[in-house]
Each structure stands twice: as C-alpha cells, then as structure tokens.
C-alpha cells in the first residue's frame, strides 16, 4: 500500500556533507510525522531527528547543529541534510512515516523504507 524509499547515501569524509531523501509512494491519505532513524554498526537504532506535519522538528543531541530535517507535503517527501559528518555518524539511516491511507482513513500506521548506508571514514 505504502512505499517509504531513501536515496543519497554513500561514502564521505569526515567534516563532508551528504543529503538524504526519502519518497513516500502508494495510496496515501496523508502523512503526520515523519523521521530519520539510524543503526550504526553493533548498536541500537536510534532516532536522528522528526518532523511533523506543520513542520515542527526536533533531533538528537548528538546532530543538533549539525543535521537539518525537512519535508515537502505535497510531494511525500522528507530529506536530511547532514553535515559536518564524523565516523560516528557510520549507520544505516532509516526513514519513517506515519501515514493514512485512503482504505484507512482513521489510524497511522507506521511504515519503514529499507534504509541506506552512510558511511564517514577517511
């Protein structure tokens, strides 16, 4: 029903940028909040940052400053902006999305795209 796609990862060196994209594609109603997770090696996913609707965001201490989340409502789409990228940031970044659909107009379901590789390395 739901599609959630991630696109822009890839190989960077420390202090580079990199900018993320994920495209939300199916029967969509529409979408609430949307987030950046990421599982960096041998660890726990983690959330990165969110945005909702009206474009209220919040993120992880260890990006504030750093990263920059936003969103674009009549395309389904939600990008990252990272910069000032450190190894730490190695992970497999992971979109989210809270969405109704046309069948199921009265709940969100949470959907996941297949993640992309991000790695920092010199």
């Known amino acids: 029903q739901v599609q959630l796609v991630e696109s822009g990862g890839g190989l960077v060196q420390p202090g580079g940028s990199l900018r993320l994209s994920c495209a939300a594609s199916?029967?969509?109603?529409?979408?609430?909040?949307m987030r950046w997770y990421r599982k960096p090696p041998g660890k726990q996913r983690e959330l990165v940052a969110s945005i909702t609707s009206g474009r209220s965001t919040n993120y992880a201490d260890s990006v504030k400053g750093r990263f920059t989340i936003s969103r674009d409502n009549a395309k389904n789409t939600m990008d990252l902006q990272m910069n000032s990228l450190q190894p730490e940031d190695t992970a497999v970044y992971f979109c989210?999305?809270?969405?109704?659909?046309?069948?199921?107009?009265?709940?969100?379901?949470?959907?996941w795209g297949q993640g992309t590789q991000v790695t920092v390395s010199s």
């Open positions: 989210n999305a809270d969405v109704r659909t046309y069948s199921n107009r009265f709940s969100f379901t949470a959907y």
């Open positions: 199916g029967t969509i109603f529409s979408i609430n909040t």
